[in-house]
T-cell receptor
């Protein structure tokens, strides 16, 4: 049981290049999330997917697109990378909402460290 | 949405209890308090959560004041491996999918 996995672990891009960050979970979770964390800051939500086939914007969606490929996989795409997107990107997942909202905790992947030159 | 306020940093001697405070004075009646921690730039890790009663699990205890305007996370016997940034988060009202992370408290456990 690997939990939440992310690829790649590190990436360097030039301004204007595109790339896709991959995330997969093997916990049969319905909800998946993408966050970014800038140095010395907390995490900020980029996009999330409450279930397969749905996606919604978070706090900082500009410059990103996402795809919920299936229940396991949720990818984040940068179409034209900018230096302001230099950050650490975390993917997370959690089980479906239940009548007891206190049960929803998010499980995080190890992160992708992205540098845009 | 309730915001949280935490001290930016704290120190604790190994083996002693670490008490991490959090203010959430605008919390609503149906909002839960969650605690996560982040060790050395790894992905955040869930610790504990509560609504109004005190909670305890194998990692920590959570004490919530009667008026729910503040809480304290207690690590009863801190170890060097507990050195991390600790985030107090109030779950966003009417939206079950979002966690709003602040800047947290950096806890340094020293020998």
């Amino acid at each position: 049981n690997a939990g939440v996995t992310q690829t790649p672990k590190f990436q360097v891009l030039k301004t204007g290049q595109s790339m896709t960050l991959q995330c997969a979970q093997d916990m049969n979770h319905n909800s998946m999330y993408w966050y970014r964390q800038d140095p010395g800051m907390g995490l900020r939500l980029i996009y999330y997917s409450a279930s397969e086939g749905t996606t919604d914007k978070g706090e900082v969606p500009n410059g990103y697109n996402v795809s919920r490929l299936n229940k396991r996989e949720f990818s984040l795409r940068l179409e034209s990378a900018a230096p302001s997107q230099t950050s650490v990107y975390f993917c997370a997942s959690k089980s479906a909402d239940s009548p007891r909202p206190s049960t929803d905790t998010q499980y995080f992947g190890p992160g992708t460290r992205l540098t845009v030159l | 949405d309730a915001k949280t306020t935490q001290p930016p940093s704290m120190d604790c001697a190994e083996g002693r209890a670490a008490n991490l405070p959090c203010n959430h004075s605008t919390i609503s009646g149906n909002e839960y308090v969650y605690w996560y921690r982040q060790i050395h730039s790894q992905g955040p890790q869930y610790i504990i959560h509560g609504l109004k009663n005190n909670e305890t699990n194998e990692m920590a205890s959570l004490i919530i004041t009667e008026d729910r305007k503040s809480s304290t996370l207690i690590l009863p016997h801190a170890t060097l491996r507990d050195t991390a940034v600790y985030y107090c988060i109030v779950r966003v009202r009417y939206n079950t999918d979002k966690l709003i992370f602040g800047t947290g408290t950096r806890l340094q456990v020293f020998p």
